[in-house]
């Protein structure tokens, strides 16, 4: 039987030139898988002709906007996932799912090998590749950058030779990922990482320090999940994209950082993650009034950890699936509202409120109605303290 390789389809150079060379290299027939991620610019339908047109035995187009919001995004929320504490994960959490679809298109149309056009140095490799030995680890994975020595100049002359319908004139001084969650941005000038990113090569937000009124909105979160904005019912798709246009606009959401791969090198790396950043800080102050200090302290850690193995590809690990299971708990009462003003590139909370607060105005404040009894205060302390009271009794008596 001839080989069946299903391809991770981008429409752009790279991945259409993939599909005659895989053809001739394996001597099989490809097959292109797109998804639509909230990603926006090109029209999905010219993808998938393009990828017809360059070889393609079948071009699948999944509108995967809907399932990427709910069942990626979301869970990343509910983590406060920042890897680094900075980066809200926009590559990283779209990976496990392209690859999910592509051992699914593999089953539907009998494929014996998955390609992706990924590097020998990125993180990306790692992250379909773990995606796929979870899913389906009789598939063989091809990756013609990587394994082929595959580069831009070799991809602009195999199009040109084979009279590919595709452009290749434009040349992106950079290397840009973008989905619904957020935009990536590296290589170019950012390679040094002494220079600072420009204004042209930001998209999904303007500049935060032009003059704006700034937009105050209120999100509704119900066990973690954000379901409302300023009080309409909206999809996690919708609230998403709508919150991206809004603190967009603002200029929220710009991280420049120097991060830490997964394959061991340092990599500069620009992102713009509007509503991200947004929600996350929404999200996190919400949960500092529903959620036990000692439940909140912990969460954190869990949080940091879930970060990193979704980051270093284990979507599919025992371990993540775990900490799902202690998140989902976590978030149980952590349904209410949070206000919070967009302004100035950033993202303030002004305001706070939930039927399930474990925060009480009458043991809070110092004014009149206070009902917290400073007489149990002194007893507390003294308790407290004496574990390193006699521990300094003893170093004394020691010295």
Request: proline fraction near 4%; hydrophobic fraction near 40%.
């Amino acid at each position: 039987m001839s080989e069946r390789v299903v391809l991770a389809y981008s429409g752009g150079l790279d991945t259409s030139v993939a599909i005659p060379y895989l053809a001739e290299q394996t001597g099989g027939e490809v097959i292109a898988v797109a998804l639509d991620l909230g990603q926006g610019g090109e029209d999905l339908d010219a993808v998938q002709k393009r990828a017809t047109a360059c070889g393609a035995v079948e071009s699948i187009v999944v509108d995967a906007k809907e399932e990427f919001a709910a069942d990626f995004c979301v869970p990343a929320l509910r983590a406060n996932a920042l890897y680094m504490d900075r980066y809200p994960l926009v590559s990283a959490l779209s990976r496990p799912l392209i690859a999910k679809h592509l051992a699914t298109a593999a089953r539907e149309f009998g494929g014996t090998a998955v390609a992706h056009g990924c590097t020998g140095k990125g993180n990306d490799q790692v992250r379909f590749e773990a995606g796929l030995s979870a899913l389906n680890p009789e598939l063989k994975v091809i990756a013609p950058a990587r394994d082929y020595a595959w580069t831009r100049d070799k991809a602009i002359a195999f199009a040109e030779d084979k009279g590919l319908p595709i452009d290749v004139t434009k040349k992106s001084p950079y290397s840009i990922d973008q989905n619904l969650w957020g935009r990536a941005v590296e290589t170019g000038f950012l390679e040094d990482v002494w220079n600072g990113p420009i204004e042209d090569l930001y998209d999904y937000t303007a500049d935060p320090a032009a003059p704006r009124e700034p937009d105050e909105v209120v999100i509704t979160f119900d066990a973690g999940v954000p379901v409302a904005l300023d009080g309409r019912a909206l999809t996690p798709f919708q609230l998403v994209a709508e919150l991206n246009q809004r603190a967009g606009a603002q200029g929220v959401g710009r991280i420049d950082m120097v991060e830490d791969r997964l394959v061991g090198i340092k990599s500069r790396e620009v992102y713009e993650a509007p509503a991200a950043i947004a929600l996350i800080t929404a999200h996190m102050e919400l949960e500092n009034i529903t959620v036990e200090r000692d439940l909140a302290r912990f969460k954190r850690s869990v949080d940091q950890r879930w970060g990193e193995l979704v980051y270093d590809g284990l979507w599919f690990s025992p371990l993540k699936d775990s900490l799902d299971a202690f998140i989902d708990d976590a978030q149980r009462h952590v349904s209410g509202d949070i206000r919070l003003v967009l302004h100035g590139g950033r993202a303030v909370v002004t305001g706070r409120r939930s039927g399930a607060s474990l925060y009480r105005y009458d043991l809070a404040t110092y004014d009149t109605g206070d009902t917290f009894d400073q007489s149990l205060a002194k007893g507390f302390v003294e308790l407290w303290s004496l574990p390193s009271k006699i521990a300094a009794a003893r170093d004394r008596d020691q010295a």
